[in-house]
């Protein structure tokens, strides 16, 4: 009787979809991309509305996003906590309102005066325990609404510096205007902020023109999976299910 009843529990629970007891999916984003582009995407192949993201990442920027399922979306801010890392390219001499490329450069300074050492010794700068102010064009809320919408108005929004932990900024390449990087830190940093203030270090101007975030905590990029895969992964986990 005991032994019946365990195989009709076993068999009830291959039939059920998995993604609603819960899963963790690693998803490589594309370009211009939003975060929640990919919650819905996915959301639609598993057939549940119970999916969240540990981790918003701009439209512009690619790499690793965590997605969480069914009973596993409790875990999003345990993910969303651990330290993360990325890979990006900044661009010397101009600044953007946004900065990044969601809006257009405008020259400032010449950057022909900057040298290699005076580079490295602003990734210097910004290693450590910082004072970071996020953009003005960012997802924080002020006063009840998110900051982006009162800048996209015109209005000058005025935020408190936040308090940041940048492990490790490595200058992987420089070949100005560009500089190539790598930077190991703490939830919460701006890296389009770290950009525009290691620019302004500089007394040139700086802005961020590509990003990709390679780790979150013990998660890497390279066990990711595009959204296609992720579909057909999907497709074939609940055509098993149905078996």
Not at 19 to 48: C, H
Not at 169 to 180: M, Y
Not at 215 to 230: M, Q
């Amino acid at each position: 009787m005991l032994s019946d009843l365990m195989k009709h529990k076993s068999l009830f629970l291959s039939k059920q979809n998995i993604y609603e007891l819960g899963q963790v999916l690693l998803i490589n984003k594309p370009y211009q991309w939003t975060s929640f582009d990919v919650v819905l995407k996915l959301r639609q192949a598993m057939k549940i509305k119970k999916v969240g993201h540990a981790g918003t990442l701009d439209p512009l920027a690619t790499g690793l996003l965590i997605l969480c399922t069914g009973s596993y979306t409790k875990r999003i801010n345990e993910y969303v906590s651990r330290e993360k890392e990325y890979s990006g390219t900044l661009v010397l001499g101009a600044v953007t309102p946004t900065y990044d490329l969601e809006s257009e450069p405008i020259p400032m300074k010449s950057f022909h005066g900057v040298t290699n050492e005076q580079i490295v010794e602003a990734s210097n700068h910004f290693t450590g325990e910082l004072n970071q102010v996020p953009p003005s064009h960012s997802a924080v809320k002020l006063g009840g609404r998110r900051v982006y919408e009162l800048a996209r108005k015109g209005v000058e929004v005025n935020l408190a510096p936040r308090k940041i932990i940048i492990r490790n900024f490595v200058i992987e390449k420089i070949s100005l205007p560009e500089i190539q990087f790598r930077v190991v830190c703490s939830t919460g940093t701006y890296i389009r902020s770290l950009a525009n203030d290691f620019g302004a270090f500089l007394g040139c101007g700086g802005y961020l023109s590509s990003l990709c975030r390679t780790r979150i905590g013990e998660f890497k990029l390279e066990d990711a999976l595009t959204i296609e895969a992720a579909i057909e992964q999907i497709k074939k986990n609940l055509s098993f299910g149905k078996a």
